[in-house]
């Protein structure tokens, strides 16, 4: 059980070139023991908009993921700064500039946020844009309505099966197009009907076309997706996977890169979770 007394000091893991790195925390006990652990990872911004939150998981979620990344990024690099994350136009966090003001480097750390239930987490890249996303599973009356919002191929695949299959699938895919999108910086500026993934239990590579700008299905429309220079890739060219983070829970990671080894960290452990 992680402990957030203990939020300071647990060790983290590297982040290099070759590795797709994803760092979680369970927020077990009182959720305003998390939110204390937390602040000192945080800006004055970020402490004023989880002071909105009606409840006290709202508000430790939203800081936590702030400060895992924060302690992240100050292992990687070496310094110590608590200014707000910049955001893309889509809202996107991103790596800030250096201590000196400086624009992020060439290789500077792509990260994402993602959390649901008692659990957040964060995935970090070197090489690429990365994009997490993580559900607590809960039954969906609604479940055959909702995949119309997905890929026409998708949509029938969830609809041909039965409770609980039908359930699992859903957010699989769910939670994969959701990490594709994140890491592309558009979350659903983008419509799900525009891309496909695999939606079988499967937990390595399944991305199986990519949306370009205006949305459409690059399987079904040949022109490459009008992203720019560095965004335009095949889906071979990218690093998808899903993440074991326990029982009543699916996640999901999606990396602009090929070849990349995923090491998944839940800090309350000591191993490696499923990847």
């Known amino acids: 059980m992680a402990d957030p007394r203990a939020f300071s000091a647990y060790p983290l893991p590297a982040v290099n070139d070759a590795t797709l790195t994803c760092v979680g925390v369970r927020l077990s006990g009182d959720a305003t023991a998390w939110i204390k652990a937390a602040m000192p990872f945080t800006t004055a911004r970020e402490r004023t908009h989880a002071g909105r939150f009606v409840h006290a998981l709202d508000a430790a979620r939203h800081l936590v993921g702030r400060a895992l990344v924060r302690r992240m990024l100050w292992a990687a690099q070496g310094g110590a700064w608590t200014t707000d994350f910049p955001r893309t136009p889509w809202g996107k966090p991103t790596c800030p500039p250096d201590g000196l003001g400086a624009p992020p480097a060439r290789n500077a750390i792509d990260f994402s946020i993602t959390h649901s239930g008692d659990m957040v987490w964060a995935a970090f890249c070197q ?19 909702l995949a119309a919002q997905l890929h026409p191929q998708e949509c029938r695949l969830v609809r041909s099966l039965s409770d609980p299959e039908r359930t699992e699938a859903f957010y699989r895919c769910w939670t994969r197009k959701e990490a594709v999108l994140k890491a592309l910086g558009r979350g659903l500026s983008l419509p799900l009907h525009g891309f496909q993934v695999r939606t079988e239990r499967d937990a ?16 079904a429309r040949p022109a490459r997706p009008a992203w720019p220079a560095g965004w335009e890739r ?40 499923g990847a």
Do not use: F
């Open 127 to 145: 090489k690429g844009a990365v994009g997490m996303d993580v559900e607590q599973t809960r039954p969906i009356p609604d479940i055959a309505e």
């Open 234 to 273: 095949e889906c071979a060219a990218w690093t998808t996977r899903d993440i074991d983070v326990g029982p009543g829970y699916q996640c999901s990671v999606a990396a602009s890169a090929p070849h990349l080894r995923v090491a998944a960290v839940l800090l309350e452990n000591v191993g490696e979770c």
């Open 204 to 219: 390595q590579e399944w991305l199986v076309s990519l949306p370009n700008a205006a949305g459409h299905d690059q399987a």
